[in-house]
């Protein structure tokens, strides 16, 4: 209508300098300027009209905005008289959360379990294990000691390689086993006879060639020194046959075992010591041991598994059965780290001549420095011990998944290097316990676990990790997992499957008697 109103005022349209009109059409002028006053007052009705309707959408704009704006601030409101209910509850003891990196989530917040059912499980289901695991540790040590000692008799000092003294690692060593069969793992280092020695090269150096995917692996080279020996003149003077040196062996310069050893151990062709050849020397050397000390013992020694010659199953004539991992291994230099020949969780590690550096012993050692932080009867074992158990009875559940208990101690870790060492006194199991499934169930959607050691500037100095260790770039514990997509599936599966369970596992493996003591215990409140 505006525009009609513009077209009908347009000057060239009706002209006001008309004299050609006759004096009889001056009705019809009238007729048409009435018209013309309808039509301006029309056009100045739609425009305050439009004026009104272009303000209200302003206005409801306006509310809109404030609609979303007040709702907010209620719901802020809302929270923080919530929070502040919460904290003014009396009776409520529990610690800060100290959740800076976000380890509970709502996906863990499934697991919710009371922490008098919590610590009456652990009480009932993993005492017993605690009491025998001394004495298996007890029987471990003094058959390992046997066992080496009768390896070290028959071994060729010129041409075999030199065993050192066994190093207990693992969950056996570090007090949180609780399952059947009992099992440990030794480490036993070796030593090359002189005049060799080993030369190191790790992927960490700046000269490495080894590739990322081999990660936390090294190379060891056997090298054998020059037979000159600054105390001795027999490598550069010609003392003839009938003159013998005191200080080396006349074979040594045998030309029939100048390469019996690089044979022996290392990769064909290469100067690179062999994992292949290490484990075959070894399965001889064990074998040949246990021939010459069976007679003194009454119960049945077989190899577990012919891919690691090392893993030994003792069966006592009670059907008891004790498993044995006895790994080879190399010291690097003076470190606590070693080279070992055998790593269940290393699957993406297929080369014969790069060697997984472990940092076991560090980890041993940085439970027991961290646990004498920690308040009286601390929770944080009792956390690893409940995690252990849930993945073991979901594996039964769903079979095996590429998750280990190795991922559930470095997560545990973590966590104790993280948090004040008031939030593990034993009231907090369940809130610890919370955020160990909550660090693993952040890790796998981020698909990241970082190594403990390797990289971590968290770590206390008395622990004595080489500096090189520490500033390097950390280790992803996923990373050859989520290269197989199905495999990290599979994986992520298995632990949103054990958190549902959770609650029924822990209900269905409590023990109950008849009398229903441990039913009422296990129901009952429980004082902090």
Avoid at 484 to 513: C, D, G, S, W
Wanted: with cysteine; glycine share 4%; aromatic share 10%.
């Amino acid at each position: 209508m505006v525009v009609v109103a513009a077209i009908l005022n347009h000057p060239l349209l009706f002209p006001k300098e008309n004299t050609t009109i006759p004096e009889q059409d001056e009705d019809i002028l009238a007729r048409m300027k009435e018209h013309e006053e309808r039509l301006e007052a029309e056009r100045e009705r739609l425009e305050q009209e439009l004026f009104k309707a272009d303000k209200e959408v302003l206005d409801s704009s306006f509310d809109c905005y404030g609609w979303y704006f007040w709702s907010a601030l209620s719901l802020v409101i809302f929270f923080t008289i919530e929070v502040c209910r919460q904290d003014l509850i009396p009776g409520e003891t529990s610690e800060p959360s100290e959740d800076e990196e976000g380890y509970t989530n709502a996906g863990a917040k499934v697991v919710t379990l009371d922490k008098g059912v919590l610590s009456n499980f652990c009480e009932t289901s993993f005492h017993p294990f605690i009491h025998e695991s001394g004495r298996v540790r007890e029987f471990v040590e003094g058959f390992a000691d046997d066992l080496l000692e009768a390896l070290r008799s028959f071994c060729d000092r010129e041409v075999d390689m030199e065993l050192e003294d066994f190093v207990g690692v693992g969950s056996m060593f570090e007090s949180w086993r609780i399952c059947k069969p009992q099992m440990c793992d030794l480490i036993v280092p070796f030593a090359t006879p002189e005049p060799y020695s080993f030369q190191f090269q790790l992927w960490c150096l700046a000269s490495s060639d080894i590739p990322l995917d081999l990660q936390g692996c090294g190379r060891i080279k056997l090298t054998k020194m020059n037979g000159n020996c600054p105390d001795c003149l027999c490598g550069t003077t010609n003392l003839g046959e009938d003159m013998l040196c005191l200080l080396h062996n006349r074979n040594e310069s045998s030309e029939v075992d100048d390469h019996a050893l690089e044979e022996l151990l290392c990769s064909r062709n290469t100067p690179y010591l062999s994992k292949d050849q290490v484990m075959k020397w070894f399965q001889i050397s064990v074998t040949k041991a246990w021939g010459q000390i069976s007679h003194k013992y009454e119960f049945e020694l077989t190899f577990r598994n012919l891919d690691f010659p090392g893993a030994l199953k003792v069966r006592f004539r009670s059907g008891k059965v004790i498993v044995l991992n006895i790994t080879p291994a190399i010291q690097l230099e003076d470190t606590d780290a070693y080279f070992i020949s055998h790593c269940p969780s290393d699957t993406a590690n297929t080369s014969d001549i790069h060697w997984h550096l472990s940092f076991t012993v560090y980890e041993r050692n940085l439970l027991k420095h961290m646990a004498k932080r920690l308040p009286d009867n601390s929770c944080h074992l009792r956390c690893l011990q409940l995690a252990s158990f849930l993945h073991r009875k979901q594996t039964g559940l769903t079979g095996r998944s590429a998750l280990t208990n190795y991922h559930l101690k470095t997560a545990l870790l973590h966590l104790l290097l993280r948090k004040s060492p008031s939030s593990w006194k034993p009231q907090c199991l369940d809130q610890r316990l919370q955020d160990l499934l909550g660090f693993l169930q952040k890790s796998l959607q981020e698909k990241r676990l970082s190594h403990i050691i390797i990289g971590n500037h968290l770590i206390p100095a008395a622990i004595g990790v080489p500096t090189i260790f520490l500033t390097t770039e950390s280790i992803n514990l996923f990373r050859p997992l989520v290269l197989q997509r199905q495999i990290y599936a599979k994986m992520v599966e298995h632990f949103q499957e054990m958190l549902r369970n959770a609650p029924v596992l822990i209900q269905e493996y409590t023990p109950h008697f008849p009398n229903g003591d441990i039913y009422h215990e296990l129901n009952s409140p429980t004082e902090s």
